[in-house]
């Protein structure tokens, strides 16, 4: 069974920093385009940041700066490391598995998310 | 910047059809996937590249992208409908999700 299960997400200070993980299991995460995605409380859905299989990586305004993508092959594992973290980050951050062979297509797997609280 | 303009909800009564649209110039251009949400849970992929359904999605889910607007058509509502959708396209290496539209199922 292909799965996403994410993790280290938290309370933390405005300031600080945090990474996020996403395990993959049932598929390679090298194999394919990544994203993560986040939503505020009662928001709606907004991207963050995506690494091609190639491993170019794209971020959203908002974040550019001060996000970072990137991947373990062997663990098969994709992160998210937050740096200057603030308040307006606060979300349930998705990472999610783009299913098309050559990327920018549509996402057929997604995490459970994981909290992030930015907040003194 | 890019954007995808949805309706904040949508009410259907049971049994009938909902049409959520999608809207931006010339959105018929770019390949639309939709998702469908249920409060606490992850989004789920209910239509692919404007008109296909993955596997396990019903055959009363449908889509279609012409013009200025997509739109996901959900036949036959059911209360287990009832959730938030949302759009997506992407943009350049840009990803965009519409706002978002409440289906409510009266």
């Known amino acids: 069974e292909m799965q996403l299960v994410e993790s280290g997400g938290g309370l933390i200070q405005p300031g600080g920093s945090l990474r996020l993980a996403c395990a993959a299991s049932?598929?390679?995460?090298?194999?394919?385009?990544m994203i993560w995605v986040r939503q505020a409380p009662g928001k709606g859905l907004a991207w963050v940041s995506v690494?091609?299989?190639?491993?170019?990586?794209y971020y959203a305004d908002s974040v550019k700066g001060r996000f970072t993508i990137s991947r373990d092959n062997f663990k098969n594992t994709l992160y998210l490391q937050m740096n200057s973290l603030r308040a307006e980050d606060t979300a349930v951050y998705f990472c999610?598995?783009?299913?098309?062979?050559?990327?920018?297509?549509?996402?057929?797997?997604w995490g459970q998310g994981t909290m992030v609280t930015v907040s003194s | 910047s890019y954007e995808l303009t949805q309706p904040l909800s949508v009410s259907v009564a049971l049994g009938q059809t909902a049409r959520i649209t999608c809207g931006r110039k010339?959105?018929?251009?770019?390949?639309v996937h939709w998702y469908q949400q249920k409060p606490g849970q992850a989004p789920m992929l209910v239509i692919y590249?404007?008109?296909n359904r993955p596997s396990g999605i019903p055959e009363r889910f449908s889509g279609s992208n012409s013009g200025n607007t997509a739109t996901l058509t959900i036949s036959r509502a059911q209360a287990g409908d009832e959730a938030d959708y949302y759009c997506?396209?992407?943009?350049?290496?840009?990803?965009?999700f519409g706002g978002g539209t409440k289906l409510i199922v009266l």
């Open positions: 590249r404007d008109s």
């Open positions: 049932g598929f390679t995460v090298s194999s394919n385009y």
């Open positions: 010339n959105i018929g251009s770019k390949n």
């Open positions: 690494v091609y299989s190639g491993g170019s990586a």
């Open positions: 997506q396209v992407w943009d350049s290496s840009t990803l965009v």
């Open positions: 999610a598995r783009d299913w098309g062979p050559d990327g920018l297509d549509a996402f057929d797997i």
